[in-house]
T-cell receptor, first 115, second 112 residues
Framework: GAVVSQHPSWVICKSGTSVKIECRSL??????MFWYRQFPKQSLMLMAT?????????EQGVEKDKFLINHASLTLSTLTVTSAHPEDSSFYIC???????????FGPGTRLLVL | SQQGEEDPQALSIQEGENATMNCSYK?????LQWYRQNSGRGLVHLIL?????REKHSGRLRVTLDTSKKSSSLLITASRAADTASYFC????????????FGKGTLLTVNP
């Protein structure tokens, strides 16, 4: 399967600041990446689908101006949480699809704590 | 909601025993996948079963799919303490363009 990395793995920031999270596909070119959010002891909720070279598609209820997604290359997608607030504290996980488009391979996640 | 539902929500067993987790969903799917998540980590893909398949094996894992009942089960045989994790089913429902909808997960604890 694909190897996916995320950076940083942990971030603590003050309320009102912006935080950028990187998702990298290390061993193959990912045309599609997904961003999820997971609150403690809950399931993963899809935030957006990111296609290389085009605008991300956001799920209902996810503010596109707050969660900026950029998929500038086939190996890198970034999620920027703008003007973060404590309620944005969560575990953010990205995934990439394999060549067959079915299986998703997940990054290790980024834990965000907004004070 | 398309979301799958797993049961039980939590399962505690002894090492060596088998663990069975179930997942139900609501609409037609292309495939159903099972993932594992250790605490505070990303997800690891375990197995994918397509809508035209009924059973699949991978090592100590056995997955069944009953599309008439819209349900799937994951069986882990001869469990080990290292199998302790949360297990999620995820459905790729038709027309979703490979988007996955995750269930709430089953927290499995295997006691040594």
């Amino acid at each position: 399967g694909a190897v996916v990395s995320q950076h940083p793995s942990w971030v603590i920031c003050k309320s009102g600041t912006s935080v950028k999270i990187e998702c990298r596909s290390l061993d193959f070119q990912a045309t599609t990446m997904f961003w999820y959010r997971q609150f403690p002891k809950q399931s993963l909720m899809l935030m957006a689908t990111s296609n290389e070279g085009s605008k991300a598609t956001y799920e209902q209820g996810v503010e596109k101006d707050k969660f900026l997604i950029n998929h500038a290359s086939l190996t890198l997608s970034t999620l920027t949480v703008t003007s973060a607030h404590p309620e944005d504290s969560s575990f953010y996980i990205c995934s990439v699809t394999g060549t067959e488009g079915e299986t998703q391979y997940f990054g290790p996640g980024t834990r965000l704590l907004v004070l | 909601s398309q979301q799958g539902e797993e049961d039980p929500q939590a399962l505690s067993i002894q090492e060596g025993e088998n663990a069975t987790m179930n997942c139900s969903y609501k609409t037609s799917i292309n495939n159903l996948q099972w993932y594992r998540q250790n605490s505070g980590r990303g997800l690891v893909h375990l197995i994918l079963i397509r809508s035209n398949e009924r059973e699949k094996h991978s090592g100590r894992l056995r997955v069944t799919l009953d599309t008439s009942k819209k349900s799937s089960s994951l069986l882990i045989t001869a469990s080990r303490a290292a199998d302790t994790a949360s297990y999620f089913c995820a459905t790729d429902f038709r027309g979703s363009n490979y988007k996955l909808t995750f269930g709430k997960g089953t927290l499995l604890t295997v006691n040594p």
